[in-house]
């Protein structure tokens, strides 16, 4: 299975920050990377798609890129209701496996 | 606007098989474009996809699970199915049905609200 590792696992951050988070596959899976956010209680909800594509409806304060085997999810100004946990996938070979998450948190 | 939403037992006993429906509404199951996947999440943890099924009945499921599972589909109920047998308490998690869509590569953009199910005698 290809293993995708996100970093960090946490964060602290107040509105208006630019926030990064980091997702490394352990082997390429060209730009097939999805990053989900979930919310407690709720199910995980798409935001990009193939590394940068945005999801329809989505904010354009999220933005997705790529470089090599690293791929990145960026929200340029954090707002209240981004705090939560974001998961990266890859969609590229069965079985579709997930990055173990990262928690966005009020600083 | 595509919707899902998972019904079944909130409770397994364990080494028994637990079935969970996915009804999907404002689409069909049987368009021939789209898979549809179940995932699971066991409280505070990641997630992990246990299969898909496509139209024609062709499958695929996650090896470290493919022993124990079946996924199926009823095309006139508009619904699809899982059951994972022999369960025990680390198959406890809430479990989701999604629909896999595809633009060179494969990606959930519909969810269930998911549902939680306990493995516990």
């Known amino acids: 299975d290809i293993q995708m590792t996100q970093s960090p696992s946490s964060l602290s951050a107040s509105v208006g920050d630019r926030v990064t988070i980091t997702c490394r596959a352990s082997?390429?899976?060209?730009?097939?990377l999805n990053w989900y956010q979930q919310k407690p209680g709720k199910a995980p909800n798409l935001l990009i798609y193939t590394a940068s594509s945005l999801q329809s409806g989505v904010p354009s304060r999220f933005s997705g890129s790529r470089s090599g085997t690293d791929f990145t999810l960026t929200i340029s100004s954090l707002q209240p209701e981004d705090f939560a946990t974001y998961y990266c996938?890859?969609?590229?070979?069965?079985?579709?496996?997930f990055g173990q998450g990262t928690k966005v948190e009020v600083k | 606007q595509v919707q899902l939403q998972e019904s079944g037992p909130g409770l397994v006993k364990p080494s028994q098989t637990l079935s969970l429906t996915c009804t999907v509404s404002g689409g069909s199951i049987s368009s021939g474009y789209y898979y549809w996947s179940w995932i699971r999440q066991p409280a505070g943890k990641g997630l992990e996809w246990i299969g898909r099924?496509?139209?024609?009945?062709?499958?695929n499921y996650n090896p470290s699970l493919k022993s124990r599972v079946t996924i199926s589909e009823d095309t006139s109920k508009n619904q699809f199915s899982l059951k994972l047998s022999s369960v025990t308490a680390a198959d406890t998690a809430v479990y989701y049905c999604a629909r896999d869509n595809y633009s060179s590569g494969w990606y959930q953009d519909f969810w269930g609200q998911g549902t939680l199910v306990t493995v516990s005698s």
């Open positions: 996938q890859q969609g590229y070979l069965s079985p579709w496996t």
């Open positions: 082997q390429s899976i060209i730009n097939y």
């Open positions: 099924i496509y139209t024609s009945g062709s499958t």
